[in-house]
C-alpha cells in the first residue's frame, strides 16, 4: 500500500513559480515510477510528467517541457514539481500518483498505469 499527500499549491501571478511536494508512506516508493497530473475545471485529467523509481529518467508533456521540472527524495519518501514560468491555463488541481509496476527507467504517462493516487492539491495562476 501507498499512500500519497500532495501539498505546496496556491496562487500564483502568471510568470511565477510553485513548488509541489508529494509525500508518500509505505516501502514501496522506492520502486515506484512517480507521476504527476492535472485536471482543470470541465475537462479530463491530464497527464503532466513522471519520474522513473531509478530517478534517472523523466518525461514531460510537450506543454510543461521546459518549464516545468520532477525530481525525487527517495529518502524522504518525497517526490517534487518544480513549476516555473507559470500560465493560467497551467491551473488546476494537481495529482500524484505511483505506479508500482514501473521498470527501473520507465517513465508510466497513462492513468491507467498508476496504482495509487493523492488526493490532489489545487493551484490556480492569476493574469
Known amino acids: 500500500q501507498v499512500q500519497l499527500v500532495e501539498s505546496g499549491g496556491g496562487l500564483v501571478q502568471a510568470g511565477g513559480s510553485l513548488r509541489l511536494s508529494c509525500a508518500a508512506s509505505g516501502r514501496t516508493f522506492s520502486r515506484a515510477a512517480m507521476g504527476w497530473f492535472r485536471q482543470a475545471p470541465g475537462k479530463e485529467r491530464e497527464f503532466v510528467g513522471t519520474i522513473s523509481w531509478s530517478g534517472g529518467n523523466t518525461y514531460y508533456t510537450d506543454s510543461v517541457l521546459g518549464r516545468f521540472t520532477i525530481s525525487r527524495e527517495n529518502t524522504k519518501n518525497t517526490v517534487y514539481l518544480q513549476m516555473n514560468s507559470l500560465k493560467p491555463e497551467d491551473a488546476a488541481v494537481y495529482y500524484c500518483?505511483?505506479?508500482?509496476?514501473?521498470?527501473?527507467?520507465?517513465?508510466?504517462?497513462?492513468?491507467?498505469?498508476?496504482?495509487?493516487w493523492g488526493q490532489g492539491t489545487q493551484v490556480t495562476v492569476s493574469s
Open positions: 500518483a505511483a505506479s508500482t509496476t514501473a521498470q527501473a527507467m520507465g517513465v508510466p504517462s497513462k492513468e491507467a498505469q498508476y496504482d495509487y
